[in-house]
């Protein structure tokens, strides 16, 4: 993921395949990436799931903070810490009514690692910023290789309200393509901070998973 002459490895410049697609849809194949995460349910505007969100930029901030603990990781670079994700899903019977109830969202929010992350140092991680900030949150904390595959996706912008718009330029590339949707939960990646950017203006990319049919 990194070669020896970067200085810094900042996301927005080296993954433009996976952060900064085109506002089109188009085809990307995600590999296997180590994450934080957190699982739960209910309203995305909700104080908790704040929290939530909180604690993985803590963990995320630790982990690249380590070397001024003096813990230096094998393999350690400096980077830019990665965005905010989310894997969205509703209960069936929320599906079914027709209507979007935000509290009944079923949700996995994460925060990538770099590739030096291991499990002992996650769990170190997780020990030490939870000893600074006590919180139950910390003991649902998971750490996770996910790999999503091949995937259709596109950058939205504009309110999350608006996303079905979106959503609906990627279902009918996938007809156009001979993609089938695999799966009923998709991936929101966050690239705009929403406390610092105008609805109209947010950046989000938007993924679910395909298979060709």
Not at 29 to 39: A, E, M, N, R, Y
Request: glycine residues 6%; neutral net charge.
């Amino acid at each position: 993921m990194i070669k020896g002459d970067i200085m810094k490895y900042e996301w927005k410049k080296h993954e433009k395949d996976l952060y900064l697609p085109k506002e089109q849809p188009e085809v990307v194949t995600v590999p296997p990436l180590k994450f934080f995460t957190l699982s739960g349910q209910g309203n995305p505007n909700s104080e908790g799931f704040a929290e939530e969100v909180g604690v993985l930029y803590s963990l995320s901030y630790a982990v690249k903070m380590l070397p001024k603990k003096n813990i230096t990781p094998k393999g350690y670079f400096d980077y830019t810490v990665f965005p905010l994700e989310g894997v969205w899903d509703l209960p069936d019977e929320a599906k079914s009514s027709g209507k979007l109830d935000k509290d009944k969202l079923v949700y996995k929010i994460m925060i990538r690692q770099p590739e030096f992350v291991t499990d002992e140092i996650a769990k170190a991680v997780i020990e030490m910023t939870k000893q600074k900030k006590p919180g139950q949150i910390y003991d649902r904390v998971n750490f996770e290789i996910i790999e999503e595959g091949i995937c259709v996706q596109m950058m939205h912008v504009g309110s999350y309200d608006s996303e079905p718009e979106s959503f609906q330029k990627m279902h009918d590339y996938c007809l156009a393509h001979n993609l089938k949707r695999i799966s009923q939960t998709h991936r929101e990646i966050y690239i705009s901070d929403p406390k610092k950017t105008k609805p109209d203006k947010l950046k989000t990319v938007l993924r679910f998973k395909v298979e060709q049919i």
